[in-house]
């Protein structure tokens, strides 16, 4: 083939630039949910109980244990998407975290497109990646202890505040930020418009890092008290309302850590 036409030299840049472009435009799209189901032992969660409820301002979101027995019989049990949507978060936060999954979903209510975050943390293994999409039901991960942290359980939430991923510093930590993970479900289990392609709005989340834990990132402290933390020069940039917002572009993965030395 002679690339000295330059009709040859157009099309050939077409082909380079359309294989370039497939990658980045099938992580910014993902599949409207048809429904949702529990996390554990979907449908219904048969076999599992709720430990622990979401309480405003306290515990934001549900923990999940067999039923039969102690809680080291749910260690490695299977946990599963609630629904259709895009892997925005999978990784071994530490702190109090351990390894986590966030999971985009859209679906249509009332002729209109929303978006919500679906959080699985303390787990054992993690059976997802970053930008991948998942179907609801799949198995995305196993109840784990965070490193034996905790007894073994799931911690589920479900966010409205799309800039939250793990910081629940960056909300409101009550029902304006967060929906009551259960009764979300329950009024949800059957969804008209499921399985259609649409924009994904983009996840840009504040991780901690050891060296900067959740505890420097409260909201409530004062700018002299945050002036003495380790690092204090990166304090205002690293607030939650300044980076943990969505940029507002449809890509995946674009996470704001203002602690990586690369910044």
């Not at 515990?59 to 027995?69: A, I, M, P, R, S």
């Not at 249509?108 to 959080?119: G, H, K, T, V, Y």
């Not at 970053?130 to 991960?141: D, F, Y």
Request: charged share 20%.
């Amino acid at each position: 083939m002679h690339l000295r036409n330059p009709q040859t030299l157009l099309a050939a840049f077409l082909i380079l630039l359309t294989g370039l472009l497939c990658p980045a435009l099938a992580q910014s799209i993902s599949k409207t949910a048809e429904g949702f189901d529990l996390p554990v032992a979907p449908p219904n969660g048969e076999g599992y109980y709720k430990s622990r409820g979401f309480r405003a301002g306290g515990h934001l979101g549900e923990d999940w244990l067999v039923t039969d027995g102690s809680s080291a019989r749910s260690l490695g049990k299977p946990v599963h998407a609630i629904g259709n949507g895009l892997v925005v978060l999978a990784r071994d936060i530490l702190v109090a975290w351990g390894n986590v999954v966030v999971i985009r979903h859209s679906w249509i209510e009332n002729r209109q497109l929303r978006f919500a975050d679906s959080l699985y943390a303390h787990l054992d293994r993690i059976q997802v990646r970053e930008g991948q999409q998942v179907s609801r039901g799949q198995l995305i991960g196993t109840i784990g202890n965070n490193h034996g942290m905790y007894p073994a359980h799931l911690h589920f939430e479900i966010h409205k505040d799309l800039t939250i991923g793990v910081n629940h510093a960056g909300g409101t930590r009550d029902l304006g930020s967060y929906w009551l993970p259960t009764e979300f479900i329950m009024a949800r289990r059957h969804l008209a418009g499921g399985g259609r392609n649409v924009p994904t709005p983009a996840a840009n989340f504040l991780l901690p890092s050891p060296d900067h834990p959740w505890t420097f990132h409260r909201k409530g402290r004062s700018s002299k008290e945050r002036g003495k933390t380790k690092g204090s020069s990166h304090s205002r940039s690293g607030s939650p309302s300044s980076h943990s917002r969505s940029s507002g572009t449809y890509k995946v993965n674009r996470y704001s850590d203002p602690y990586t030395k690369s910044q």
